[in-house]
Nanobody, 115 residues
Framework: QVQLVESGGGLVQAGGSLRLTCAGS????????MGWFRQAPGKERELVGS???????NYADSAKGRFTISRDNAKRTLYLAMNSLKPEDSGVYYC?????????WGQGTLVTVSS
């Protein structure tokens, strides 16, 4: 059974950087696309970006040029490097694994960007 565990969130000042990690388990990790979502208080969950099993990435406009998604299939790990953080980047960040029947979600990690 595949599980996802996010880490790396925390409190950072505007303009700072964070790197989130999503550790996966199970042999199916490398076969599927993955993504990062975030949810701010009172707002809907939104896509930050995604990466295919071969490493092709796509980003939301709000993340382009500042965030980088990467994955290490050998380590079953997904990363989200975030630079030039803004207060509006605050929220709970979730990683997902796009399994055929339904996406698998991690429990989330909180990112707070202070102004």
């Amino acid at each position: 059974q595949v599980q996802l565990v996010e880490s790396g969130g925390g409190l950072v000042q505007a303009g700072g950087s964070l790197r989130l990690t999503c550790a996966g388990s199970g042999r199916t990790f490398s076969s599927y696309a993955m993504g990062w979502f975030r949810q701010a208080p009172g707002k809907e969950r939104e896509l930050v970006g995604s990466i295919t099993s071969r490493g092709t990435t796509n980003y939301a406009d709000s993340a382009k040029g500042r965030f980088t998604i990467s994955r290490d299939n050998a380590k079953r790990t997904l990363y989200l490097a975030m630079n030039s953080l803004k207060p509006e980047d605050s929220g709970v960040y979730y990683c997902t694994l796009n399994l055929p029947l339904a996406p698998l979600w991690g429990q989330g990690t909180l990112v707070t960007v202070s102004s």
